[in-house]
């Protein structure tokens, strides 16, 4: 990135904050003083509150000024006194006071509050007095000839008046300076003048940006400052000179203590010797003045003729910017029209040489810019364009389009935009479709956008690795809201079918054509896979956050055929929203004690982090990190924080299956690794990649359908394998830290965790410490890192998903007693949860002595059967089982979904020779159940926790199946857990 072009980031950058202090200065409160016909005739011919109404909300302010009606000047000064006021309007006829004598009241109390006159006919000049200047009181006369926008024009030229010294120090904001003495040509020129500012400041806002920035571009519009007298024209000008636009100015125009005299050229003369090329429009009724002012190459327009306000309009887009920017030739021929910024930067690419460099040697381009608030990026056009070295067509053509999209990238990276299916760009940073919510998961990655720029500690502090979140398009709720109302689907969330069936109904819908044609758009501008995934209203909320529940689908996206493509993404984005209904969901909405038809389904499509490894597609490490340890081991405390890690796509890590656990304090402290033996046992054995190939693979209800699972050893890349990778010698049965010829490769991840090939366990340290201060709570961060083909750039960590964790903050005392340790049959010291439990008589547990490690699916189901039967009679129970539950390694655990353990109160995992696999903190199964506050109690072998097979033994039995006993007691059992020991007992009652 050339240095021009990083001095133009910065600049954005540090004017972010300046735009959000412009205009701070707003009217609020107008005190309207007029007879009572008066009064109606402009409420009813102008419809003032109303339109101030109107105007105001398309501010997006939240108050508007209001107005209030005084029927005499004693009323007025009575109300003056109650209350503040911003402005004064009052009509020149008034009963009991005549309007200048009010004003000189209002202004001897309050100096600086404007006062404002409206008349029906030209006030005669009876307030100025020779030699003495004007007689306080009125700072502005306009006359009424039934222009329902002169009110709001008023209004608006208060507010202008009150802010440009700041705004314009603050951040350039461009003006326009209104030298006119006439109180009729005010009057008329003035709304003109705005209804030209707002209608460009309106095509402005169509560009696909979010409404925090459609505030800063309303704020960012220029300014018009009104002079009615030579001396403050000439003031004005002097003062505002380098943010000026133009001038309009009259031959007319008066002195302050002599209106008569017309100092319209003088002020021209004055403009011209100080800005030569400043756009000055002359209005004159006198033809010597008409060669006067073009001799100061001044447009010179008759004041008197009919279509003057045409004439205006005509003028100001032309020479100040407003309207289409038009490309001609050297015969004035139009070639080309750019309607919006996005159409101006594409068609800079295709413009012939010649135009090109004529408009480089003319001022219309900033102009342009300049009247769109575009300000840092025309003031960089200006400098850059007068450099010698812009010479040359091909210079400037470059110059150009690497600084117009300079403006796209900075924006995008800041905030959420609206996606604009007509923009020719790639999709980048974080747009969105909709205006509903974006839900919990998504809502997230804002969050980590806002923390992640080029300036931010976290970037500074890590240079040699790229920190970023993944570019990401959200369908908001809206959209899925419109797609069940138009197709009848919302019966579904109160449904009995299976997921087969609710998935074929709602692929059997129809998308909104508009969103169809928008996702037709967004595979033209994606040529990679994407990951297509949920972001329900509910999901990742702080109140009970929830992950894995909903699903994900990945998309090779790389058919020949683009009709293809988009029948994939329709699909998935289909199957997502159908998603909401099924099972699992409505069985964990029914646990949580939420209702089904108050979820609502956001959609994030995503560029899928990776790249291409033979026919497979994957990033190189994915993994989940946690800002509290559950189990913290040795120096370990709780807030040291855990993560797990494998190579190949989150899968392995979020469905709880072989990854590598560590904490980012003590990344070389690895129990699980502690001998050769438990390497080779715990070590990740397969991974998951993204099929690339080109045969169609349709996504269906199973998010796997484009995935496969491949060994490890089926990695052939050299880069990846060193990182990652060990070698087992079995000669020597040992572990070497490279990767060697002679033995076998064993995922260890050494080179990161001992030798500091990538400084992973810092930054997850580090991003971690940013979630969990920005969401004031203990975090859970999803990532994934790329390794770039060849060496070509730094390593990427690309940040998925954050999510708040289950809180342990204001737990209520449990005293576990000693007696109660010794005499119960279950203790743990890896216990999650907090409070008694004395109402559970039912307990299911799977028979030690039938276990079978290659029927953890057959158990699964047996367990799913059983709890459908207790749910039925509304009866909680105990689980108890070895291994990881819900893990989708049916070889480390027991696979069950939420759906089959729905009623289950309290979950225990026990240890069987066949299963060595410690607790999974990252899978999705885990955090959902630290979510809903579940009971849950680990026993882990080498430690004190234990579990009594002769208790079981001895209880009524309820009914047994081939892997499982189901006991129903006489008497209910206390389950105790002591949440700030991590301690829990089973115990008789």
């Known amino acids: 990135m050339s240095e021009p072009i990083e001095r133009l980031m910065d600049a954005y950058e540090r004017n972010v904050n300046n735009y959000h202090l412009l205009m701070s200065r707003r009217i609020k409160d107008v005190l309207l003083i007029s007879n009572l016909y008066d009064a109606c005739i402009i409420n009813e011919d102008c419809r003032l509150a109303e339109r101030i109404v109107r105007e105001y909300r398309g501010l997006n302010l939240s108050r508007p000024p209001r107005v209030t009606w005084a029927a005499s000047a004693d009323e007025a000064m009575r109300l003056l006194d109650q209350q503040d006021f911003d402005m004064v309007i009052t009509m020149y006829r008034l009963a009991g006071m005549d309007a200048f004598g009010l004003g000189r009241k209002i202004k001897s109390r309050w100096p600086n509050l404007p006062v404002l006159m409206l008349t029906h006919n030209p006030v005669p000049p009876l307030y100025c007095v020779p030699e003495i200047g004007r007689i306080p009181g009125i700072d502005h006369i306009f006359s009424w000839s039934g222009d329902a926008d002169l009110s709001m024009s008023m209004i608006k030229c208060v507010e202008d008046l009150q802010n440009v010294k700041l705004d314009t120090e603050r951040a350039g904001i461009r003006v326009i300076l209104l030298a006119e003495s006439s109180q009729e040509q005010l009057s008329a020129l003035l709304p003109v003048l705005y209804r030209e500012i707002m209608t460009q400041n309106e095509a402005a806002l169509e560009e696909g940006l979010d409404e925090e920035d459609r505030l800063i571009i309303r704020q960012t519009r220029p300014k018009v400052i009104i002079a009615d007298h030579f001396e403050a024209a000439e003031r004005l000008f002097h003062q505002y000179k380098p943010y000026l636009m133009g001038v309009i100015g009259s031959s007319t ?39 006067a002012a073009e001799a100061c190459h001044a447009v010179a327009v008759n004041a008197t003729e009919a279509h003057l306000q045409a004439t205006l309009v005509d003028y100001g887009r032309q020479f100040f910017g407003f309207g289409d920017f038009v490309f001609k030739d050297q015969n004035q021929k139009e070639i080309g029209r750019a309607r919006s910024f996005n159409q101006l930067r594409d068609m800079v690419k295709d413009i012939p040489d010649d135009v090109l460099m ?36 091909d210079r400037v053509r470059r110059m150009l389009e690497e600084t117009l999209q300079v403006r796209q990238i900075t924006r995008q990276t800041r905030i959420v935009t609206d996606f604009d299916r007509n923009d020719q760009t790639a999709l980048t940073g974080f747009m969105k479709i909709g205006h509903g919510s974006m839900g919990g998961k998504a809502r997230g990655l804002v969050f980590l956008a806002s923390q992640i720029n080029p300036e931010s500690d976290l970037v500074k502090r890590f240079p040699d690795v790229r920190i970023y979140v993944p570019d990401t398009l959200v369908l908001t709720t809206d959209v899925f809201e419109a797609f069940v109302e138009a197709n009848q689907l919302d019966v579904y969330s109160r449904t ?105 389904m956001a959609v994030i499509i995503q560029r899928l982090v990776g790249r291409p490894y033979g026919d497979l597609f994957f990033p190189a490490i994915s993994g989940v990190a946690q800002s509290y340890n559950y189990y913290p081991m040795g120096p370990m405390k709780p807030e040291d924080g855990i993560a797990n890690i494998a190579v190949g796509l989150g899968k392995s890590v979020v469905d709880g299956e072989r990854s590598l656990r560590f904490c980012p304090r003590y990344p070389q402290q690895l129990p699980q690794f502690s001998i050769v033996e438990d390497i080779l046992e715990n070590a990740q054995r397969e991974f998951y990649g993204l099929k690339t190939d080109s045969g169609e693979a349709k996504a269906g209800i199973h998010e796997e359908s484009a ?81 770039p083909p060849d060496g070509d750039g730094p390593p990427e960590l690309a940040i998925l998903q954050i999510r708040p964790m289950a809180s342990r903050g204001d737990m209520a005392p449990v005293d576990i007693l000693p007696e109660e340790a010794k005499r119960c049959f279950c203790y743990s010291e890896n216990a999650l949860g907090n409070g008694v439990l004395r109402d ?21 189901k047996e367990i799913s059967r059983l709890n459908a039967v207790l749910a039925k009679e509304g009866r909680k129970y105990i689980l108890i089982g070895p291994g990881r539950w ?102 008789n009652s």
């Open 253 to 291: 125009l008066g002195r302050e203590c002599r209106p008569e005299a017309c100092m319209g050229l003088e002020l021209l003369k004055i403009v011209r010797a100080e800005s030569p090329d400043l756009p000055f429009l002359f209005l004159t009724e006198n033809e010597d003045d008409t060669a």
């Open 358 to 393: 004529d408009v480089a040697k003319t001022p219309t381009l900033c102009r342009w810019l300049y009247a769109r608030g575009e300000i840092v990026l025309a003031d960089h056009l200006q400098h850059r364009l007068c450099e010698e070295t812009m010479d040359r067509s």
């Open 496 to 600: 009995t079918m299976t997921d087969s069936e609710i998935a074929e109904q709602f692929l059997s819908g129809q998308l909104p054509e508009a969103i169809h044609a928008d996702l037709k758009a967004v595979i033209e501008k994606t040529p990679y896979p994407l990951a297509v995934r949920s972001s329900s209203l509910l999901e990742d909320s702080q109140s009970r956050p929830y992950a894995g529940i909903y699903k994900t689908y990945m998309l090779p996206n790389n058919q020949p055929d683009p009709e293809t493509r988009l029948d994939e993404l329709v699909r998935a984005v289909k199957l997502v929203l159908a998603s909401t209904f099924f099972e699992e969901p409505r069985a964990f909405a029914a646990r949580a004690l939420q209702k089904p038809d108050e979820e609502k």
């Open 707 to 787: 995935l496969v699972k491949r060994d490890i050893m089926d990695i052939e890349d050299p880069v990846l394998m060193r990182l990652v990778a060990s070698t087992y010698l079995p000669d020597e049965h040992r572990i070497k830290d490279t990767v060697a010829a002679g033995g076998h490769p064993v995922v260890t991840f050494a080179a990161i965790l001992k030798y500091g090939a990538l400084p992973l366990p810092e930054i997850l340290a580090a991003v971690m410490d940013v979630g969990q201060k920005g969401m004031d709570c203990a975090v859970d961060v999803e990532f994934s890192i790329n390794l």
């Open 840 to 860: 559970l008589t039912d307990i299911i547990y799977v028979k030690p002595t039938d276990f079978d490690a290659a029927k953890t699916v057959d158990i699964a």
């Open 886 to 987: 819900g893990s989708a390694d049916s070889w480390l655990g027991i696979p069950v979904r939420w759906a089959d353990i729905s009623g289950a109160a309290v979950i225990v995992e026990t240890t069987h020779p066949s299963f060595t696999a410690d607790p999974s903190q990252g899978s999705h199964f885990f955090h959902n159940m630290t979510s809903l506050g579940m009971t849950y109690l680990n026993i882990t072998s080498g430690t004190r926790d234990f579990i009594k097979p002769s208790w079981f033994s001895s209880r009524p039995v309820m009914g047994v199946t081939r892997f499982l006993s189901h006991i129903r007691l006489n008497r209910p059992v206390v389950v105790k857990v002591d949440g700030r020991r991590s301690t829990g007992i089973i115990r």
